[in-house]
T-cell receptor, first 115, second 111 residues
Framework: NAGVMQNPRHLVRRRGQEARLRCSPM?????VYWYRQLPEEGLKFMVY????????ESGMPKERFSAEFPKEGPSILRIQQVVRGDSAAYFC?????????????FGQGTRLTVV | DQQVKQNSPSLSVQEGRISILNCDYT??????FLWYKKYPAEGPTFLIS?????DKNEDGRFTVFLNKSAKHLSLHIVPSQPGDSAVYFC??????????FGSGTQLTVLP
């Protein structure tokens, strides 16, 4: 039973490019959460999705950031026109149907570096 | 506005002794609390949790204590082992919604 899979593990983008981060939840998990960790800080909630639905995006920046969790395939966190301040570790977590978040399992993260 | 605070960025403990990691929160609506452990370049790993209706939960070497009146929780690890060296994050949830994390405490267990 594979854990939460995130790819790529490391991503380098130039300012102005787009970054796409992928997350495949654990088998049987239908809740996906994205968190961002800036250097020397804790993880900050960004968005909570179920299949084909955004449940809570209160932590998402209003511009350039979007997320989806289609019926088939992984969840995608998309950052358009990246800036240096987007450099961070982005973690995805998943939890089972009917069990929201409380013991979510995390992926290994994608480390985004904007140069 | 930091709703979950870990005021000690680092803690060093001798192997075999007790490690006590502390966490304070400000939002009285939080009803579930968790501790995660994180190694460099890896995602957080769930350790132990506690519901707000309890004041203690134990799992092997790990015990979490919750003091609701003081809005304080702590994680006790005894005996501490070198493999416990990692960053420990306290997190809180309200009505099973998203987690709010503290900034972490780096625990170093000295052999």
């Amino acid at each position: 039973n594979a854990g939460v899979m995130q790819n790529p593990r490391h991503l380098v983008r130039r300012r102005g490019q787009e970054a796409r981060l992928r997350c495949s939840p654990m088998k049987g998990h239908s809740h996906v959460y994205w968190y961002r960790q800036l250097p020397e800080e804790g993880l900050k909630f960004m968005v909570y999705l179920q299949k084909e639905n955004i449940i809570d995006e209160s932590g998402m920046p209003k511009e350039r950031f979007s997320a989806e969790f289609p019926k088939e395939g992984p969840s995608i966190l998309r950052i358009q026109q990246v800036v240096r301040g987007d450099s961070a570790a982005y973690f995805c977590a998943s939890s089972p149907l009917g069990q929201q978040n409380t013991e979510a399992f995390f992926g290994q993260g994608t480390r985004l570096t904007v140069v | 506005d930091q709703q979950v605070k870990q005021n000690s960025p680092s803690l060093s403990v001798q192997e075999g002794r007790i490690s006590i990691l502390n966490c304070d929160y400000t939002n009285s609506m939080f009803d579930y609390f968790l501790w995660y452990k994180k190694y460099p370049a890896e995602g957080p790993t769930f350790l132990i949790s506690i519901s707000s209706i309890k004041d203690k939960n134990e799992d092997g070497r790990f015990t979490v204590f919750l003091n609701k009146s003081a809005k304080h929780l702590s994680l006790h690890i005894v005996p501490s082992q070198p493999g416990d060296s990692a960053v420990y994050f306290c997190a809180a949830a309200r009505s099973a919604r998203q987690l709010t994390f503290g900034s972490g405490t780096q625990l170093t267990v000295l052999p």
